[in-house]
């Protein structure tokens, strides 16, 4: 499945962790390419006038698993969309289900 979270912030802290400040996973689908325009096009205001990063994960069915892809996402305020961005570079786990 193709996840989707958003967070307010990305910053790395000093421990070297990803701190992403308030953060939601919305949900899901199982079409990469669904879940790729529901976040470019902020379907149902995912952003919500706080979240300015989102990324769409592909989990896999089970307990425990990694995302093997991630695309991640910065919300341009001009345009009202989210744009791709370089992905992250982190070793935290998934940002959907920590």
């Given at each position: ?17 990803p ?9 899901y689908?199982d079409?990469r ?22 990324v ?20 341009n ?10 992905p992250f570079?982190?070793h935290?786990?998934?940002?959907a289900?920590?």
């Amino acid at each position: 499945m193709y996840f989707i979270t958003c967070f307010s912030k990305y910053e790395i802290d000093k421990l070297g962790w990803p701190d992403v400040g308030a953060g939601r996973t919305f949900g899901y689908y199982d079409d990469r390419d669904v879940a790729l325009e529901a976040v470019r096009k902020n379907w149902c205001d995912i952003q919500e006038r706080i979240y300015r990063y989102a990324v769409v994960e592909y989990i896999e069915e089970g307990l425990y698993n990694i995302a093997t892809e991630r695309w991640f996402f910065e919300w341009n305020e001009d345009k009202k969309t989210f744009e791709a961005i370089e992905p992250f570079v982190d070793h935290c786990g998934n940002y959907a289900f920590g």
